[in-house]
């Protein structure tokens, strides 16, 4: 079945660039999204890709995604301490009738002043 | 801004009785889902609802749950007896089409003791 990994844990510094990565299985995903969940509270949508797109960026964010080696990333420029969070990716599993995503465990993004 | 709201934030109940998770969607949204996330683990996929009815459900969506749209507003989820295993923060979601954007509430904590 479908499958998202992410590693668990990154850690910055204030200023710097944060990178964090996801791995997807399944091919006929046709949206990747990024979701950010803070200490105690519910799932903001930060972006979404499309499939069919290589790399998109809003503002401090940038996704970038090769869909050859379902790899997804989050770059997150100038880190703030408000950045820290827990980083969701998720896929769209596009199986015939379905509409539900499929969530990693999360990449807790810890940053240090 | 427009939201997904979830009631009540907090919801503590004894095992074996039964609860209703409330949440509103966005107005001109059609599609509607809970999803759940047990504390430390991976959000889950539990059902979507469209056309006031079920489109797909997880196998964690057993007979014990069920969903509703009881009036233009509202989208809820009951669990008809609780076990202390259903502890975890509920989501309710909505979206325009498909899952092209899907927005997330703040989610409902339900503890089962």
């Known amino acids: 079945g479908e499958d998202v990994e992410q590693s668990l844990f990154l850690s910055v510094r204030e200023g710097d660039s944060s990178v964090i990565n996801c791995t997807y299985t399944?091919?006929?995903?046709?949206?990747l999204y990024w979701y950010k969940q803070e200490p105690g509270a519910g799932l903001q949508l930060l972006t979404y890709i499309f499939s069919n797109m290589d790399m998109k960026q809003d503002q401090r964010l940038t996704v970038l995604l090769n869909k050859k080696d379902k790899h997804l990333s989050l770059r997150i420029a100038d880190t703030q301490t408000g950045d820290s969070a827990i980083y969701f990716c998720?896929?769209?599993?596009?199986?015939?009738?379905?509409?539900?995503?499929?969530f990693g465990k999360g990449t807790k993004l810890s940053v240090i002043p | 801004e427009p939201e997904v709201t979830q009631t009540p934030s907090h919801q503590v109940t004894q095992m074996g009785q039964e609860v209703i998770l409330r949440c509103v969607p966005i107005s001109n949204h059609l599609y509607f889902y809970w999803y759940r996330q047990i504390l430390g683990q991976k959000v889950e996929f539990l059902v979507s609802?469209?056309?006031?009815?079920?489109?797909?459900k997880s196998e964690i969506f057993d007979d014990q749950f069920s969903v509703e749209r009881p009036d233009g507003s509202n989208f809820t989820l009951k669990i008809r007896s609780t076990k202390l295993e259903d502890s975890a923060m509920y989501f309710c979601?909505?979206?325009?089409?498909?899952?092209?954007?899907?927005?997330f509430g703040q989610g409902t904590r339900l503890t089962v003791v």
């Open positions: 979601a909505s979206s325009e089409g498909g899952i092209t954007e899907a927005f």
């Open positions: 399944d091919s006929s995903s046709t949206y």
């Open positions: 609802f469209y056309n006031n009815e079920i489109s797909e």
């Open positions: 998720a896929e769209n599993y596009s199986g015939a009738g379905s509409y539900q995503l499929t």
